[in-house]
């Protein structure tokens, strides 16, 4: 998808993608506190980071630059259950790969856009061109 933001999230913690303001979110509400230690997964931004995380356990990466500086910017958030590789790649470069849990993540039956399933934290801007596939995708493919 592609994100602009027209001003900077002031989520409490930048190193937890459940705590920032939701792009994506599939975060477990209700049963655990905060979705911790749930099959979740989650796009956010965090005072202008960009952080795509999955759940049990939980495991974010986020962007040392920050992107809210109202252009647009290409984002890919991409997991292979199989190997339980996912990464992040913003505007074409991969900003981190890393591997979590194989669990399927279906912990929440909602899938928030432009939201917080925890019903806190929403973002500020314009999101286009949300595309959800059944493959992993890697940093230069749409």
């Not at 409490?12 to 049963?31: F, M, P, R, T």
């Not at 202008?48 to 759940?55: K, S, V």
């Amino acid at each position: 998808f592609e994100v602009r933001f027209t001003r900077e999230c002031g989520a409490s913690d930048i190193d937890i993608w459940s705590k920032g303001c939701g792009l994506v979110d599939a975060d477990a509400k209700g049963g655990q506190r905060f979705g911790v230690g749930a099959n979740d997964f989650g796009i956010s931004q965090g005072r202008g980071h960009l952080m795509f995380g999955i759940g049990n356990p939980d495991r974010t990466i986020r962007t040392v630059a920050k992107y809210d500086d109202g252009k647009w910017h290409r984002v890919v958030a991409s997991r292979e259950r199989a190997s339980g590789r996912f990464s992040l790649a913003v505007d074409g470069v991969l900003i981190r790969e890393t591997y979590g849990s194989r669990n399927r993540l279906s912990a929440s039956a909602t899938l928030t856009i432009c939201g917080s399933n925890m019903l806190h934290n929403n973002f500020f801007g314009d999101l286009r061109a949300l595309r959800i596939y059944d493959r992993a995708f890697d940093a230069s493919e749409p």
